[in-house]
C-alpha cells in the first residue's frame, strides 16, 4: 500500500520569495510520484511526475520537484513565487504495478501575499 | 476541445433522495475515475472503471454505485442520500494506467445533502 503525507495545510510566502511544499511518501514497492494543482472552483491538472527516471523533476510554471529515496521525499519548489501560484497543491503516489491507482496526500493551499 | 465534463455542477439533495452524475470525456480514453473531495481529506477514489462495461470499488465505495455503458460515460449514483455525502465531486479519465499517465480531471461537482 502507498500514502503521502503532506506537512503543513497551509503555507504563506511573499511574492518573489521561494516555495517549498513538503511531501513524504510511503510505498512497499519503488513508488511512482505526482504533484497536482487544483485552481479555485476547478479540477486537478498535473504539475509534475516522478516516473523513475531523473530524480529532479521539472514541471510546468516553473515548479521543480526532487525525488529523494533516503529521506522518502518528493518536496515541491519554485525559486520565485507569483501571485498567480496562488492555489491547493496535492502530492500523489502509485506504484509502478500497471494496477496501482493514485492515492493522494490532504493537499496544502499556497497563500502568495504582495 | 471540451475534455471531461460533469454535470450537474450544483445540487442539494434532502436525505434519502437519489441523484445520479453524469461525466462524459471525449478523449477517447480507457480509464474513468469518480473521486470525492473534503476539507483536510484530499481526494478519496470512490470505483473506477478500467474500460466500457467495466467498473470496480476504490476506497470509498459503500452509498454509491457506477455504470459505464459506453466508453465515453461514466455515471456516479447515489441511491439514497445521506449528509455524509455532502462534498464535491471530481470525475478523471486518463489513456493510460493511471500510475504512468496523466489524470484528466473535470471541474467538480458540489452536492449538498440536507
Known amino acids: 500500500a502507498q500514502s503521502v503525507t503532506q506537512l503543513g495545510s497551509h503555507v504563506s510566502v511573499s511574492e518573489g520569495a521561494l516555495v517549498l511544499l513538503r511531501c513524504n511518501y510511503s510505498?512497499?514497492?519503488?513508488?511512482?510520484l505526482f504533484w497536482y494543482v487544483q485552481y479555485p472552483n476547478q479540477g486537478l491538472q498535473l504539475l509534475l511526475k516522478?516516473?523513475?527516471?531523473?530524480?529532479l523533476v521539472k514541471g510546468i510554471n516553473g515548479f521543480e520537484a526532487e525525488f529523494k529515496k533516503s529521506e522518502t521525499s518528493f518536496h515541491l519548489t519554485k525559486p520565485s513565487a507569483h501571485m498567480s501560484d496562488a492555489a491547493e497543491y496535492f502530492c500523489?503516489?502509485?506504484?509502478?504495478?500497471?494496477?496501482?491507482?493514485?492515492?493522494f496526500g490532504t493537499g496544502t493551499r499556497l497563500q502568495v501575499t504582495l | 476541445n471540451a475534455g471531461v465534463t460533469q454535470t450537474p455542477k450544483f445540487r442539494v439533495l434532502k436525505t434519502g433522495q437519489s441523484m445520479t452524475l453524469l461525466c462524459a470525456q471525449d478523449m477517447n480514453h480507457e480509464y474513468m475515475y469518480w473521486y470525492r473531495q473534503d476539507p483536510g481529506m484530499g481526494l478519496r477514489l470512490i470505483h473506477y472503471?478500467?474500460?466500457?462495461?467495466?467498473?470496480a470499488k476504490g476506497e470509498v465505495p459503500d452509498g454509491y454505485n457506477v455504470s459505464r455503458l459506453k466508453k465515453q460515460n461514466f455515471l456516479l449514483g447515489l441511491e439514497s442520500a445521506a449528509p455524509s455525502q455532502t462534498s464535491v465531486y471530481f470525475c478523471a479519465s486518463s489513456f493510460w494506467v493511471p500510475n504512468t499517465g496523466e489524470l484528466f480531471f473535470g471541474e467538480g461537482s458540489r452536492l449538498t445533502v440536507l
Open positions: 472503471s478500467v474500460g466500457e462495461g467495466t467498473t
Open positions: 510505498s512497499s514497492v519503488p513508488p511512482y
Open positions: 516522478y516516473t523513475s527516471a531523473a530524480t
Open positions: 500523489a503516489v502509485s506504484g509502478s504495478g500497471t494496477a496501482s491507482k493514485l492515492t
